[in-house]
């Protein structure tokens, strides 16, 4: 299959995960599933991205909305669009599946992928993270992995506009 096609094949539909949830689980596979904005991708999401796929077979990524991210971060993010996150995000082999979500948080998306691991970054306590009770009381894990210090979008952000 053409690179560029088995990139944007990752890109799935909300409607749409569940049908390859269940091709995955099938061959008894250990679902992860994470989210975030991902705006500025760097080392610490990378690092971060393969601890979470190491955690399972199949790692799904829940990717805000730029609509999501405008909300959360304010009127100046994203710097890049959804579908430039989303290609980005797809095209690392860590990454089995990527869904935008509009909403603020991904319980929805959750609830849709039903994930044998849930996971977020190291400044979510793991009964803080959403979905937490929804994993949990389906027999999942609910974990948070360390942030790699001096890296993230934010410091990015700062760090060019001063320069």
């Keep these: 299959m053409n690179p560029w096609k088995q990139i944007e094949a990752k890109i799935l539909a909300q409607d749409k995960i569940h049908l390859q949830v269940a091709e995955w689980k099938k061959q008894s596979a250990k679902v992860v599933f994470t989210n975030g904005c991902f705006d500025l991708l760097h080392y610490g999401h990378i690092h971060y991205l393969a601890a979470a796929k190491a955690l399972g077979t199949h790692l ?3 990717l805000n909305s730029s609509a999501s991210v405008s909300r959360l971060k304010g ?5 890049k669009d959804e579908q430039s996150r989303a290609i980005l995000l797809a095209a690392l082999t860590c990454v ?3 869904i935008i979500f509009e909403e603020d948080t991904p319980l929805e998306l959750i609830k849709k992928v039903q994930p044998d ?3 977020k970054g190291g400044d979510w ?4 993270i959403v979905g937490y009770d929804f ?3 389906r027999g999942g894990k609910v974990c948070n992995l360390d942030f790699i210090p001096g890296y993230s979008t934010t410091a990015l952000e700062e760090k060019i506009r001063k320069n």
């Design 75 to 79: 009127a100046h993010r994203p710097i």
């Design 117 to 119: 691991v849930l996971v």
């Design 135 to 137: 994993v949990s009381q």
């Design 60 to 62: 799904v990524v829940g």
């Design 125 to 128: 306590p793991a009964k803080q």
């Design 96 to 98: 089995d599946a990527v």
